[in-house]
């Protein structure tokens, strides 16, 4: 299993600019989620989902959208990227909620400039 | 709303000693749990210990343990035995039971071994 994989490892963009940050999964967990770490801070939600079909909005949600069309993809759009979205942004997924582990990827590193 | 505190922003302690990191949280909420997820250079992000409101025993796991301390809202970890290899930030995070949505982490805690 590779579990939780992202993609890109970094990117740079222009103000206004878009992007698609990739995340997959292979562990068939129900549950997938987006944060975002900016400097010295802890990780702050921006999105979940709790099944193919299925988002919600977390803490952080402005500025971002996601789908979720499979198990094991859940995508997340920048759209007109701004300086304040310059962040390390991870993705995690866990089979159900509560106390069961999340599973991280390796975070993406995002420079908006 | 529910906040997360890790009030020691850096922490040191010498291979071998033991140390406490501090977690306190703010919640209305009776149902709930609390993690402490460890971040190495390496920016993953991986779970040490868990544990649920509800049970009233700490968990352990191997070096690591917790005092929960449900009515003061406090937290703690405990290192054993500390290794090079435990230099990490260290996050306390607090999930509701009844939210999805509702997963919190601290500011973090740099943890430094000094060898």
């Known amino acids: 299993n590779a579990g939780v994989t992202q993609t890109p490892k970094f990117r740079i963009l222009k103000i206004g600019q878009s992007m698609t940050l990739q995340c997959t999964q292979d562990?068939?967990?129900?549950?997938m989620y987006w944060y975002r770490q900016d400097p010295g801070m802890g990780l702050k939600l921006i999105y979940y989902?709790?099944?193919?079909?299925?988002?919600d909005k977390g803490e952080v949600p402005n500025g971002y959208n996601v789908s979720r069309s499979t198990t094991e993809d859940f995508p997340l759009r920048l759209e007109l990227a701004a300086p304040s979205q310059t962040s390390v942004y991870f993705c995690?997924?866990?089979?159900?909620?509560?106390?069961?582990?999340?599973?991280f990827g390796p975070g993406t590193r995002l420079t908006v400039l | 709303a529910q906040t997360v505190t890790q009030s020691q922003p850096e922490m040191s302690v010498q291979e071998a000693e033991t140390v406490t990191l501090s977690c306190t949280y703010d919640?209305?909420?009776?149902?709930?749990?609390l993690f402490w997820y460890k971040q190495p250079p390496s920016r993953q992000m991986i779970l040490v210990i868990r544990?649920?409101?509800?049970?009233?025993q700490n968990a352990t796991e191997n070096r690591f343990s917790v005092n929960f301390q449900k009515a003061a809202k406090s937290f703690s970890l405990k290192i054993s035995d500390s290794q090079l290899g435990d230099a990490a930030m260290y996050f306390c995070?607090?999930?509701?039971?009844?939210?999805?949505?509702?997963?919190?982490f601290g500011k973090g805690t740099r943890l430094h071994i000094l060898p």
């Open positions: 995690a997924s866990s089979k159900t909620t509560g106390t069961d582990t999340q599973y």
């Open positions: 562990m068939n967990h129900n549950y």
């Open positions: 989902s709790v099944g193919a079909g299925i988002t």
């Open positions: 919640t209305s909420e009776s149902d709930y749990y």
């Open positions: 544990q649920e409101a509800y049970k009233q």
């Open positions: 995070a607090y999930r509701s039971a009844n939210r999805d949505d509702k997963i919190i």
